[in-house]
């Protein structure tokens, strides 16, 4: 038990963690509906300045609110939101002032159709299709770059619209079979029609507390914090907090590395080397950049910090690895020596980099302390997928000069034909490395010193992004089944927990990560625009929706209290709400975060009594 003088001491040094800045204070009011009742569980978000900064809270039981400390002197647009609901705003709100926002009630169920989240939408398409193998391929094949669903998918389009788009998204990538590529344009047209479509999503509206209940208590004490981050034209892949507390993230379309001061948010963005490459890369111009856009020759897509501090980025399709310095700001650029597509990356104890290559069925390993290379080629399910992935380098040649894909198949894929695509990667506690292969429902153990390979098959499909706990459990989330799984390897044995989305057929968990200060995984809820905590010990699951709309997540990552980082990073960006890319910072219990930081200010404080030199 702590002493009296103690207690006091870090409840005083809380108190200055959440002052904020000197002169600092709080917006604050009321969320209440047109009859004046109190609305419960409304998002109110506060944005100010040019690149924009925005921080939501959500209304308590009496319809009240209250932000973090705001910095004086500045002119804020305060936005209250809840479905079912009108949104409110009110501008040139400042620091210190109250607020009472009135949100009226839709009069039309399109409205409130309008104001779900995607993955409402995108389950009415999924179902169309009796089959659970074609709709997890559906579910794979469609949501790579951005949410199905949401307000720029689902609009209406006759057929013939509909089968130009499907053939557009094969010749980008997407593998569809035949059934599907041919049903898939009936499915949309009929599953987004509004006359269909709008009184299934919203059976029993009038009910607004049935129908879209107010967060629990523990949801509504967490705190969003968002920052517009590069252009209207950028695609914010993956961030990484680092651990001087700057967030970075690396513009997959706009060849940058962007750094973010959470502080006083200063952004910074520096442009990598792209070696003379065409648009496209190595992929050539025939294939080009995914959107209109883009300017991507190398397409940096994941990164990591290195023991020493530096940043190692994968160049994706550029098919090199780059380290960028803190302090000089300078890139260093390795070319890959063998397969295509650098992916994922981690470190090893030994400071080593490993990464998945997706295009080629590879897993790299990189030493930056030598520069020596070394590269295992994953086991192919087939003997024609072992076949196409030798010839990769005849047919990226070929192809270059001659549009295969057009003259082999019509401009679509149609023939459902996949190949092994290994996608996350980390390294187990024991020093063993770990991967998933998407397409395979499989995940593989590399040995790091022999590099021989096991593969193991997963009892569910499309194994994404998985981390490790600290006791040594993998968590992988199943991409098309909407789950997560603890894998033990020691057991070889799988608990699956499915996700409290709902409708589930609609949600497409990206990726995983696991708190190092709590153990409790984090769920990206890349269709829902939700985050998802998961708390093993409890098997506890608990849903932060997003403020803001057509957020599609891939990377997590936490900062040294415990907050969690992510990215909003659909491809094309202007399909986000107001088509500007962020990242954001969730605190899902800032009190606790404040007594995490006193108690560390108190530690330093004794440690400076202690060694006053």
Not at 53 to 61: C, D, F, H, M, P
Not at 158 to 168: G, S
Not at 362 to 382: C, S
Request: hydrophobic residues 40%; glycine residues 8%; contains cysteine.
């Amino acid at each position: 038990m702590l002493r009296p003088g103690r207690r006091c001491l870090l409840s005083a040094l809380a108190w200055l963690a959440c002052a904020g800045p000197a002169g600092a204070e709080r917006i604050h009011g009321y969320v209440r509906d047109a009859g004046g009742a109190p609305l419960v569980g409304a998002a109110v978000t506060v944005q100010w300045g040019e690149p924009a900064q925005r921080v939501s809270v959500w209304s308590g039981e009496a319809g009240a609110f209250a932000t973090p400390p705001l910095a004086p002197g500045r002119s804020h647009l305060v936005r209250a939101r809840r479905i079912g609901f009108a949104d409110a705003q009110r501008a040139g709100v400042a620091a210190g002032d109250a607020v009472t926002l009135v949100l009226a009630r839709h009069a039309d169920p399109a409205a409130v159709a309008a104001q779900l989240p995607a993955h409402h939408w995108w389950s009415r398409v999924v179902a169309r299709f009796d089959d659970v193998e074609a709709q997890h391929r559906l579910k794979r094949e469609c949501t790579f770059c951005h949410q199905q669903g949401s307000e720029w998918t689902r609009r209406p389009r006759p057929l013939e619209e509909w089968q130009k788009l499907i053939v557009a998204m094969e010749r980008r990538g997407a593998r569809l079979t035949a059934p599907l590529h041919e049903g898939l344009p009936a499915a949309l047209a009929a599953a987004w029609d509004p006359a269909e479509a709008v009184p299934a999503l919203t059976h029993g509206w009038q009910d607004a507390e049935r129908f879209a209940p107010a967060p629990p208590p523990e949801v509504r004490r967490a705190v969003v914090e968002e920052w517009d981050l590069g252009s209207r034209a950028s695609m914010q892949h993956d961030v990484i907090v680092h651990p001087d507390g700057r967030l970075y993230s690396v513009d997959g379309s706009q060849d940058q590395l962007h750094r973010l001061d959470p502080q006083d948010g200063t952004r910074e963005a520096w442009d990598v080397p792209q070696q003379d490459l065409p648009l496209g890369g190595i992929f050539g111009e025939a294939r080009g950049p995914v959107s209109q856009t883009a300017v991507s020759r190398v397409g940096p897509h994941s990164l990591q910090v290195a023991p020493d501090g530096s940043l190692w980025l994968t160049l994706a399709i550029g098919n090199r690895l780059a380290r960028f310095d803190p302090a000089s700001e300078r890139f260093a650029v390795h070319e890959v020596a063998e397969g295509y597509y650098p992916h994922t990356l981690r470190f090893d104890r030994k400071g080593r980099i490993w990464y998945t290559m997706a295009a080629s069925n590879h897993v790299g390993r990189f030493d930056p302390a030598t520069n020596e290379q070394r590269h295992v080629r994953l086991p192919a399910r087939t003997l024609a997928q072992a076949v196409v992935l030798r010839l990769m380098p005849a047919m990226l040649w070929l192809d270059e000069r001659v549009d295969l894909r057009s003259r082999t198949s019509g401009g679509g894929s149609g023939n459902g034909f996949t190949m092994p695509v290994p996608y996350g990667i980390d390294v187990a506690p024991d020093g063993g490395v770990w991967f998933s292969q998407l397409n395979e429902d499989r995940i593989g153990r590399i040995d790091p010193e022999t590099l021989a390979v096991e593969v193991f098959e997963t009892p569910f499909p499309a194994p994404r992004r998985l981390r490790f706990d600290r006791a040594g459990t993998l968590w992988i989330p199943s991409f098309s089944a909407g789950s997560i799984a603890a894998y033990d390897p020691q057991a070889g044995t799988y608990r699956s927990y499915e996700l409290p989305i709902r409708p589930l057929a609609g949600e497409t968990p990206y990726a995983l990560a696991v708190n190092p200060l709590t153990n409790d995984v984090w769920v990206c809820g890349t269709n829902s625009d939700t985050l998802i905590r998961f708390e093993p010990e409890s098997e506890r699951f608990t849903v932060y929706p997003l403020p803001t709309r057509v957020t599609y997540t891939r990377e997590l990552d936490f900062d040294a209290l415990g907050r969690v980082w992510t990215s909003n990073s659909n491809s094309p960006a202007w399909q986000i709400e107001g088509g500007q890319p962020r990242v954001l910072r969730l605190d899902p219990d800032p009190q606790a975060t404040a007594a995490l930081r006193a108690q560390r200010a108190a530690r330093r404080s004794r440690a400076e009594l202690a060694d006053p030199e």
